[in-house]
C-alpha cells in the first residue's frame, strides 16, 4: 500500500523555529522519522514521499493546508500519516487539519500527538494515536503509530487499546429494536438499578481550574477582552457575526473612550442596538482608564482583543481561549477582564 | 360528522380504570384508484372524485388524489402530514375528536384501523421545512411511511387564501378522508382483534408503574399540535387517556423539522404506548400518557418542566420516558423535565437524535441532561445519504432544498427524511462509534 508522511520543517531538517515560515514542499520517500515508520511497515507497504511545511506557514497561511493536501493527493495515497507531533500546538494543529481534510475526501489518515496537543479536537474524522509529549519520546511514539497503521490498513479498527484518542466519529445505522422498545428497555434497566446504561455518551465537561487571585492589583497590567463582537465602525478586518473562526486585536494605547459611530458590535446573536449607542456597554474602556488613574490597576493593556461568541465551535472557542492566554502572557498582561453577552 | 350526542355505545362504566378500546385491524396489502372506494381482502380502492370532494374546501382550489406503494419508485416531497384511516363506525362516531367528531373524551368500545394505509398531504405550506419519502431504495426504511400504501392529496390553494385556511383545510380534509376509506372496512372481517387495556388500574403485582410523557412543540401556526381539536399553543401539562390517542386526540399541524416530526400516524400508534402495553402486566404496569408544551422562552421552559415532572410522580409514576418534538431547543424542554424527574426519585429515559455534525464527530447533544444520564439516540440528524433517481415524484416538481428536480438523485441529511429520526421511537436508527 502506498503512505505518505506529513512531518513540519524540524523533523524534515530544514530548521528550527527560523523555517517555521517555510512552504510545503515534497521529497522521494521516508525522512527522518518516517524511516522508522517505514521500517516497521515491513516490505508490504512503502512510505512513497514525505511532505513538509513550516509550522508557522502550515497554521496561519491561507490556503496552506490547501496546497499541503494538493502534494499528498498527487501521490494518491492509500493512506496518509502526519506526525507524530507531542505538544508542539502548531505542529499538531497541522497535522490534525491535514488529516482531517483527507478524510473528509475520503482518504485514510491517521495523526499522532500527545493527549493534551489542541490539534486532537481539530482531527475531525480522522484516527488520533497518542503520542508522548516530547520529541525524547519518538521511539515508543512511532512504534505505536505503525502498530495503528498496520491495524488500519489490514482493515481491521483502531481503538482505545491501540492508544486512539480524541473524537471517534458517530454514524448512523439501523439496528434490530425500534427506539421505542430500546427506551423501555432502557428504563427497566434504570428501574433495576443500572445508572450507566445510555445510547449518547455524556458530554464531556471540561473542568476549569481558577487562576489564583492576584497579589496585588495596583501593579498589574489587565487586558480588556471581549466575544462581544466589537470593531471598527467599518469592520475592516471582517470579523464573522456567527461561527467565528478567528480573532482580533484593536489598539487602545491612545485612547480613553470607544465613541458611538467608531465601534460598533457586529455579533449576531442579539440585537446590538444598546451595544451600539454605547460601545463601553460591551468593552468598558471608559471605567478602566479611571481605574488607571486611580492607580487601581497598574496599567491597561495596548490593545483589547475580540472574537464573537455565537455559535462557536467548542473546538475553535478552547483554541481562542489558548492563543489568547499566550498572547497575554507574552505581553506582560497578568489580568484580563473578558466581558461577555 | 354526524354524531348522536345520545349514543350510548360502549359507554360503560369503567368507574375509576381508562377507557378500554378493542382495535378491529384490517390489514391493507394494496392500493388502487377505482370506481367507488372499497376495501376488500386487504385491497384498498379509492374513488379519486369522491376523494377529491371530501378534501375540497374554499381556501383550495384544486385537490388531485393519487397513491404511492412500497416498492415503486416513487418519491413523495413536501410531505406534511400523514393520518391512518379509523374510525368508530359510519361518519367516524366520535374517531379525532374536535377535529370531525365534536370535542369530547371519545366513547365506543371499537376502533376500525386500516393498518398498512396511510392518507397524506404534500404541498408548499408557510414555515414547512421540506420532508422526503423514498418508497423504494435506502430511505424507505428509515420513514414509517416508506412501508405504508399512501393515499397523496396534493392541493392549489385558491387565489388569495389565507394559508391558515389552507392549513385548516387541509388538516380537516385528510382527516375526513382516513375515517372515510376506514369506513370502507366496516363489514369486513378483522384481520386481528387488539384490546387495549385501560389505565390506572391498581394492582398490588409490584410491577413498577411506568408512562410516557411526551412534549408537543407549541410555536404558533403551522409549529403545533391539536389536541381535542384545539392548539396545544399555550396549553398546561395534562394527562391524557392512551386510548384516546388511538381514537385521534393528538393531531399534527407541526411541519418543521421532517425528521424529528411526530405525524398524526405516530400519534394514532404512539410507539412508546405501544412498547408499554406490550409489556403490561409482565414486566412493567402501564401508567398512561402525560402531555406537555414546549413554551419557547427559558423561564417558561423551567416552569413548564418541573410542572410535567410533578404531573407525572403525583400520578404516581414509578419511571417515565419523555420525548420531545423539534430540534435542539426541544432538546432543553426534555432534559429538564428529566432533570425534575430524576431529582424526584423518578428515573427517566429520553428519546433524543444526536445533532453531530457531517462527519459525526461534533457534541451530539445541543442541551444534555444535567443529573439525567439515560438517553436514547434516535441517530444523527446531519448525516447526509444519497438517494437514487426516481421515476415519480408527488407533492412537487423540485425539492428547494438541493435545488434539484424532485426526481434525481440527491444527496440530503438525514434530518430531511421524514420521521427518520422519530422522537416518538418509531425507527431503527440509532449511532454507533466507527471504530
Redesign the interface.
Known amino acids: 500500500m502506498r503512505i505518505v508522511h506529513y512531518i513540519n520543517q524540524f523533523f524534515a531538517g530544514v530548521g528550527g523555529e527560523d523555517a517555521a515560515g517555510t512552504p510545503p514542499s515534497r521529497t522521494d520517500g521516508a525522512v527522518g522519522p518516517g524511516r522508522r515508520l517505514a521500517t516497521l511497515l515491513g516490505d508490504d507497504h512503502e512510505v512513497v514521499a514525505t511532505v513538509s511545511c513550516g509550522d508557522d506557514h502550515a497554521t496561519s497561511a491561507a490556503g496552506a493546508i490547501d496546497e499541503i493536501v494538493s502534494l499528498i493527493r498527487a501521490e494518491q495515497p492509500d493512506l496518509v500519516v502526519a506526525g507524530p507531533a507531542f505538544t508542539s500546538g502548531r505542529y499538531g494543529l497541522a497535522c490534525a487539519r491535514v488529516a482531517a481534510a483527507l478524510?473528509?475526501e475520503g482518504v485514510p489518515a491517521v495523526a499522532a500527538m500527545h493527549d493534551e496537543n489542541p490539534g486532537v479536537e481539530e482531527a475531525?474524522?480522522a484516527v488520533v494515536v497518542r503520542s508522548g509529549a516530547v520529541a525524547r519520546e519518538m521511539g515508543p511514539s512511532i512504534d505505536r503509530l505503525a502498530a495503528a497503521v498496520a491495524r488500519l490498513l489490514a482493515g481491521e479498527?483502531?481503538?482505545e487499546a491501540d492508544g486512539?484518542i480524541g473524537?471517534?466519529?458517530?454514524?448512523?445505522?439501523?439496528?434490530?429494536?425500534?427506539?421505542?422498545?430500546?427506551?423501555?428497555d432502557?428504563?427497566?434497566?434504570?428501574?433495576g438499578g443500572d445508572?450507566?446504561?445510555?445510547?449518547?455518551?455524556?458530554?464531556r465537561f471540561d473542568p476549569v481550574t481558577p487562576a489564583a487571585p492576584v497579589d496585588d492589583l495596583s501593579k498589574t497590567m489587565v487586558a480588556l477582552v471581549t466575544e462581544g463582537a466589537l470593531v471598527p465602525d467599518e469592520n475592516p478586518d471582517r470579523l464573522e457575526s456567527a461561527r467565528a473562526t478567528k480573532w482580533l486585536r484593536y489598539r487602545i494605547q491612545d485612547r480613553d473612550s470607544l465613541p458611538a459611530g467608531e465601534f460598533r458590535s457586529v455579533h449576531g446573536g442579539f440585537s446590538t442596538v444598546w451595544a451600539n449607542e454605547d460601545p463601553h456597554r460591551i468593552v468598558p474602556l471608559d471605567v478602566a482608564r479611571e481605574l488607571e488613574r486611580e492607580g487601581l490597576i497598574g496599567g491597561l493593556h495596548d490593545e483589547y482583543l475580540v472574537t464573537v461568541g455565537n455559535g462557536t465551535?467548542?473546538a475553535d472557542a478552547r483554541r481562542f481561549g489558548v492563543e489568547w492566554a499566550a498572547d497575554l502572557r507574552r505581553s506582560g498582561a497578568r489580568a484580563a477582564i473578558l466581558t461577555a453577552t | 360528522m354526524r354524531l348522536s350526542e345520545n349514543d350510548e355505545v360502549g359507554a360503560g362504566n369503567w368507574g375509576r380504570r381508562g377507557r378500554p378500546l378493542t382495535r378491529l385491524v384490517h390489514e391493507v396489502t394494496a392500493l388502487c384508484l377505482g370506481e367507488e372506494t372499497a376495501y376488500r381482502e386487504g385491497r384498498l380502492t379509492v374513488s379519486a372524485p369522491e376523494a377529491a370532494a371530501i378534501v375540497a374546501a374554499p381556501a383550495l382550489a384544486e385537490v388531485r388524489v393519487s397513491c404511492a406503494s412500497p416498492g415503486e419508485p416513487v418519491r413523495i416531497v413536501k410531505l406534511l402530514d400523514a393520518v391512518e384511516p379509523r374510525t368508530k363506525g359510519r361518519g367516524g362516531a366520535g374517531i379525532f375528536p374536535g377535529i370531525l367528531s365534536p370535542r369530547r373524551p371519545t366513547r365506543g368500545p371499537e376502533t376500525h384501523v386500516l393498518r398498512g394505509a396511510a392518507v397524506v398531504a404534500a404541498g408548499f405550506l408557510p414555515r414547512a421545512q421540506e420532508a422526503v419519502v423514498d418508497m423504494s431504495g435506502p430511505a424507505a426504511p428509515l420513514s414509517p411511511l416508506g412501508a405504508t400504501h399512501n393515499v397523496v392529496v396534493e392541493f392549489t390553494p385558491a387565489p388569495g387564501a389565507d394559508w391558515e385556511d389552507v392549513d385548516t383545510a387541509l388538516r380537516q380534509g385528510i382527516i375526513a378522508l382516513a375515517a372515510r376509506l376506514a369506513e370502507a372496512a366496516l363489514e369486513a372481517p378483522a384481520d386481528a382483534v387488539e384490546t387495549l387495556p385501560g389505565v390506572g388500574e391498581q394492582a398490588d403485582d409490584g410491577l413498577p408503574r411506568v408512562g410516557v410523557l411526551t412534549n408537543l412543540q407549541t410555536q404558533g401556526k403551522f409549529k403545533q399540535p391539536f389536541v381535542y381539536g384545539r392548539s396545544f399553543t399555550d396549553s398546561f401539562t395534562t394527562l391524557i387517556d392512551p386510548n384516546d390517542l388511538d381514537d385521534g386526540a393528538v393531531v399534527s399541524g407541526q411541519f418543521g423539522h421532517p425528521g424529528l416530526k411526530n405525524s398524526t400516524l405516530l400519534y394514532q400508534n404512539h410507539p412508546i404506548v405501544e412498547a408499554m402495553r406490550r409489556r403490561h402486566g409482565s414486566e412493567l404496569r402501564f401508567a398512561g400518557v402525560v402531555l406537555s408544551p414546549e413554551p419557547v422562552d427559558q423561564a417558561a421552559k423551567e416552569f413548564m418542566s418541573a410542572h410535567a415532572a410533578r404531573v407525572c410522580a403525583l400520578a404516581g409514576w414509578d419511571a417515565a420516558v419523555v420525548t420531545k418534538e423539534g430540534g435542539g431547543n426541544a432538546d432543553a424542554d426534555m432534559s429538564l423535565a428529566m432533570d425534575a424527574l430524576e431529582e424526584m426519585g423518578v428515573p427517566a429515559v429520553g428519546l433524543f437524535a444526536e445533532m453531530a455534525g457531517r462527519d459525526g464527530t461534533g457534541p451530539s447533544i445541543v442541551v444534555p441532561p444535567m443529573r439525567a444520564t439515560a438517553m436514547v439516540s434516535t441517530g444523527n440528524y446531519d448525516e447526509r445519504l444519497v438517494l437514487p433517481a426516481v421515476e415519480r415524484a408527488l407533492g412537487a416538481e423540485r425539492i428547494d432544498l438541493v435545488d434539484q428536480a424532485a426526481t434525481d438523485e440527491i444527496e440530503i441529511p438525514m434530518a430531511a427524511v421524514y420521521c427518520s429520526l422519530s422522537p416518538l421511537g418509531w425507527g431503527r436508527s440509532t449511532c454507533r462509534e466507527a471504530a
Open positions: 478524510v473528509a475531525g474524522a479498527t483502531v481503538g486512539r473524537k471517534v466519529p458517530r454514524r448512523n445505522v439501523l439496528v434490530e429494536k425500534p427506539a421505542a422498545e430500546r427506551a423501555v432502557l428504563v427497566l434497566a434504570r428501574l445508572r450507566s446504561a445510555t445510547e449518547v455518551p455524556l458530554p465551535s467548542v
